[in-house]
């Protein structure tokens, strides 16, 4: 089977990680830092602190910036709905904006229809690591006094006219959750252009107990994942997972299982250290995905419309998603019985407008179903995704 995921390892990953478990001391801290520097030259920023989770560092953000009780945030009606109710426990209400549907991003047109006088900020996602016309909101932004956050949890080494996301708003925010750009079993970190948020991140960072409970599942999780996938035994969960019965606890689990902690726990020496390692590759593995989902776009019929790229922009491809005519999760059903495992609806990304009860986005609610995330991680080869087109396109 060609699985829609899996997560990179550097050679005895395993044993090195648990080494550094060990060996972990007050002077391993300078890995963190010398971590958070790389990550701020790469985005070209002034500072970066690390944290447990990027969901924690929007947190961290949204307080330091005053986005609080009584305000409006302009978010993507198409993203992860498990961040809705975490950021609404701060009091603020959400305002999805609709998406265009072919790059499956907030435009400035849509941003700026749901702008009010309780308007506060604007949480831009590069969604599936593809970069949002960020130039365009951040002058909209500014035209209305409006903070600028980027979600870049998927957008790791992309870029707009070779200026790297994160690197346009107030802050961003990164994921290093274990199927993302950077696998550090978890974590992300925070850039900004304050640095009075990067101390704040970093001092509550350092105030954390450790994470090495949470890193050893998953790392643990990680290579029990790959080996049912060489086993072939994950055929039993996936089918599961695309039955309509089960589905809903399924993806839960499913989910879960790489899910960013919901502890609070810091980010931990060893990690970073690995970090350092795999940026070091960032940059050839961007290139590999990109020559291979090009490759895809140019085997898929007519009517499956991959999500484009705007001119300008270079995506990571975090998730090759496309749309397709029909019901994408039949389709993906049937995909996994010609031995590719594929995603659809909430797998992928959730109607937040219907979620927060909008009405009103229709492209968001349009690409939800008809959305179809196809394998793509870094080394895959060219024979998958041939063979992927290939069973695709027999279906459609």
Known sequence: MIPRRWAHREPAEYATIRRWMKEEGPESLNAVAEWENRIAAYVGVPGAAAVNSGRQGLRIVMERLGIGAGDEMVVPAYTLGEMLPFVQSLGVKLVPAD?????????????????????????????????????????????????????????????????????????????????????????????????????????????????????????????LEQWLFRSRLMYLPLFLLASPRLQPLMNKLYRGSQQTQKKRERYMPAQARIGLRKLDTLAER???????????????????????????????????????????????????????????????????????????????????????????????????????????????
């Open 99 to 223: 998406i265009d549907p072919c790059t499956f991003n907030i435009t400035p047109g849509s941003v700026e229809q749901r702008i009010t006088p309780k308007t506060k900020a604007v949480l831009a996602l590069h969604v599936f690591g593809m970069p949002c016309d960020i130039e365009g909101i951040e002058a909209l932004a500014s035209r209305n006094s409006l903070l600028l956050i980027e979600d870049c949890a998927h957008a790791l080494g992309s870029t707009v006219k070779e200026r790297k996301a994160g690197s346009f708003g107030d802050a961003a925010f990164f994921s290093f959750e274990v199927t993302k750009m950077i696998n550090t079993y978890g974590g992300g970190i925070v850039c900004a252009r304050d640095q009075a948020i990067v101390e704040t991140t970093r001092k509550f960072n350092a105030n954390e107990p450790a994470g090495y409970v949470t890193l050893s599942r998953k790392l643990d999780s990680t290579l």
């Open 286 to 396: 961007l290139e590999l995905r990109r020559n291979r989902a090009a490759l895809l776009t140019s085997l898929l019929k007519p009517d499956i419309r991959p999500q484009q790229t705007p001119d300008g922009v270079l995506p990571t491809w975090y998730f090759y998603v496309a749309l397709v005519p029909g019901d994408a999760a039949h389709i993906r059903q049937r995909l996994l019985l010609g031995g590719v495992d594929a995603g659809a609806g909430n797998e992928i990304m959730d109607n937040c407008a219907a979620l927060l009860g909008y009405d009103d986005c229709p492209r968001a609610e349009e690409v939800f179903s008809h959305a179809l995330a196809l394998p793509m991680y870094d080394g895959i080869s060219e024979k998958a995704c041939e063979r992927v087109a290939k069973t695709l396109n027999r279906l459609v």
